[in-house]
């Protein structure tokens, strides 16, 4: 499967971007789904997960402003950003499980300016 996402740009602190993740296939059957984030200089991190049973996961420190999402019939994976805050900086990667690995997007940078 290959994973396309798209969204990121540059916003100022407090605003809200929406990032999309298009797969090449149908995520019909796919369980595990997710956004991951890399800052400059540090390990990428996850942010949230979401499961076929929409049951969702966040990191601590997007709870109450980030929401996961998955759209079966678009076949698209998408992160609502809200309240973004500098520390949100960072390259965002799209993900999927299946198949026993793990598939990667390319990537969207997200700035946030204060």
């Known amino acids: 499967v290959q994973l396309q996402a798209s969204g990121g740009g540059l916003v100022q602190a407090g605003g809200s971007l929406k990032l999309s993740c298009a797969a090449s296939?149908?995520?019909?059957?796919?369980?595990?789904m997710g956004w991951y984030r890399q800052a400059p200089g540090k390990q990428r991190e996850l942010v949230a997960t979401?499961?076929?049973?929409?049951?969702?996961n966040y990191a601590d420190s997007v709870k109450g402003r980030f929401t996961i999402s998955r759209d079966n019939a678009k076949n698209t994976l998408y992160l609502q950003m809200n309240g973004l805050k500098p520390e949100d900086t960072a390259v965002y990667y799209c993900?999927?499980?299946?198949?026993?690995?793990?598939?990667w997007g390319q990537g969207t940078l997200v700035t946030v300016s204060s």
């Open positions: 296939r149908s995520i019909f059957s796919i369980n595990d």
């Open positions: 993900n999927v499980f299946l198949d026993s690995r793990f598939y």
């Open positions: 979401i499961t076929r049973a929409l049951r969702t």
